[in-house]
């Protein structure tokens, strides 16, 4: 069972729709959960990161963390073509060598 | 601004070529990931470095090995490459105790042919 499972995708919504982006995690150690975009050709850039569980809001993106269900969500609201990247959700444990990436959801926001 | 910058974006190799490549960070970050991506397998981690000289095994150390002489300076050898180490390898710092907020370069696209 591989540590970080996460939908490849492709995700394709109409622009100003909402986005629901989810992982699931198989170690309950994890204490650190983050997501990434990435552009094409590119590497990937912090979105934003949570510890622990709970919700955490950065302008249209919002994060959630159920550790119970192990499970995240990224959402963004009002969707914009240059959100269209994609996206790799990540987690981290208590050492620095626990550190594991979602294989990415492809997300195209059609103008 | 964290400015991650590595040695090449593209690289041609041969099997059995030793290869370096090379990773240089300007935030003065105590750690330094390398990683490889793949499609349908997203980031593996390869090794990391949490001080000069200090080495950590990632998920796929084999056939790899790095180099940390310098606190901004890190790099990844394939001492003998094969063609299944073609892939995107990625490097990425953060500082100590901020694993969780990684800054990654561009990428280096490495064929082995």
């Known amino acids: 069972q591989k540590e970080v499972e996460q939908d490849p995708g492709p995700l394709s919504v109409p622009e100003g729709a909402i986005v629901s982006l989810n992982c699931t995690y198989s170690?309950?150690?994890?204490?650190?959960f983050m997501w990434y975009r990435q552009y094409s050709r590119k590497g990937p850039e912090l979105l934003m990161y949570t510890y622990s569980s709970g919700n955490k809001e950065d302008g249209r993106f919002t994060a959630q963390v159920d550790k119970s269900s192990k499970y995240i969500s990224l959402f963004i609201r009002d969707s914009q073509p240059s959100d269209s990247a994609t996206y790799l959700c990540a987690m981290s444990g208590p050492t620095g060598n626990q550190f594991y990436f979602g294989t990415g959801t492809s997300l195209t926001v059609i103008p | 601004d964290v400015k991650v910058t590595q040695s090449s974006r593209y690289l041609v190799k041969r099997t059995g070529e030793k290869v370096f490549l090379e990773c240089v960070q300007d935030m003065d970050h105590e750690n330094m990931f390398w990683y490889r991506q793949d499609p349908g397998l997203g980031l593996r981690l390869i090794y990391f470095s949490y001080d000069v000289k200090m080495k950590e095994k990632g998920d796929i150390p084999e056939g790899y090995s790095v180099s940390r002489e310098k606190k901004e300076r890190f790099s990844l050898i394939l001492e003998s490459a094969s063609t299944n180490q073609t892939s995107m390898y990625l490097c990425?710092?953060?500082?100590?105790?901020?694993?969780?907020?990684?800054?990654f370069g561009p990428g280096t696209r490495l064929t082995v042919t």
């Open positions: 170690n309950s150690a994890f204490q650190y």
């Open positions: 990425a710092s953060s500082f100590l105790g901020g694993a969780y907020e990684q800054y």
